[in-house]
Nanobody
């Protein structure tokens, strides 16, 4: 099992940046695909970004392309989501997840989830 813990959320103004971190404390996730999802108030959880086990393949939801960057440090058992040029519509609880698949985009493909960190973008 790989308990995941997110951090780095907060309140920023539109145009600002946040860097989210996700640490796996229950075991190595170096062979797992990792992803970030978000859930805004009153909305369903949605895919944001994913990275394969090697870090060589990265995927993004269309609305965050060019603004968000996913990365991982397998030695530190940590993945990151750098979020730049934030917009009010990016406000959500952001959760990281680990998948035993090579790559994964759907919630059902992920095996372990963190509890999430709140990111709020004011206009």
């Amino acid at each position: 099992q790989a308990p995941l813990r997110e951090s780095g959320g907060g309140l920023v103004q539109a145009g600002g940046s946040l860097r989210l971190s996700c640490v796996a404390s229950g075991g190595s996730v170096s062979t797992y695909a990792m992803g970030w999802f978000r859930q805004a108030p009153g909305k369903e959880r949605e895919f944001v970004s994913a990275i394969d086990w090697s870090g060589n393949s990265k995927y993004y939801q269309e609305s965050v392309k060019g603004r968000f960057t996913i990365s991982r440090d397998n030695a530190e058992n940590t993945i990151y989501l750098q979020m730049n040029t934030l917009k009010p519509e990016d406000t959500a609880v952001y959760s990281c997840a680990a998948s035993g698949s090579t790559t994964a985009f759907l919630e059902g493909e992920y095996d372990y989830w963190g509890q999430g960190t709140q990111a709020t973008v004011s206009s």
